[in-house]
């Protein structure tokens, strides 16, 4: 079973910058796909950005396309989530989660992803 840990949230003025960081358990990261998702009081759970295991592809939602960058270092068995220009929209916990199919696709929808981090709180002040 994988345990994956998030570390890297906080308060941060709009305009400014967090790097959010994913730690797993286990060396067979490498071969899974990762993603970040963020939930915000009263709504569901949504995607933000997914990385397949070699790295070699990303895909984000629009709303952070241009200021949010995935990346990972499977030496590290880390994912990433570099966060730039900030908004007070993007307030909400982000949870990292990994797809155990092996050497998967990119998947978006919440119910592909089998393990879950506990989440970090991202707070973005207007």
């Known amino acids: 079973q994988v345990q994956l840990v998030e570390s890297g949230g906080g308060l941060v003025q709009a305009g400014g910058s967090l790097r959010l960081s994913c730690a797993a358990s286990?060396?067979?990261?490498?071969?899974?796909?990762m993603g970040w998702f963020r939930q915000s009081p009263g709504k569901e759970r949504e995607f933000v950005a997914v990385?397949?295991?070699?790295?070699?592809?990303?895909y984000y939602t629009d709303s952070v396309k241009g200021r949010f960058t995935i990346s990972r270092d499977n030496a590290k068995n880390t994912v990433y989530l570099q966060m730039n220009s900030l908004k007070p929209e993007d307030t909400a916990v982000y949870y990292c989660?990994?797809?155990?199919?092996?050497?998967?696709?990119?998947?978006?929808?919440?119910?592909?992803?089998?393990?879950w981090g506990q989440g970090t709180q991202v707070t973005v002040s207007s």
């Open positions: 286990e060396r067979t990261f490498s071969n899974y796909a």
């Open positions: 989660a990994a797809d155990d199919h092996w050497r998967g696709p990119i998947v978006t929808a919440r119910t592909r992803y089998d393990y």
């Open positions: 990385i397949t295991w070699s790295g070699g592809s990303t």
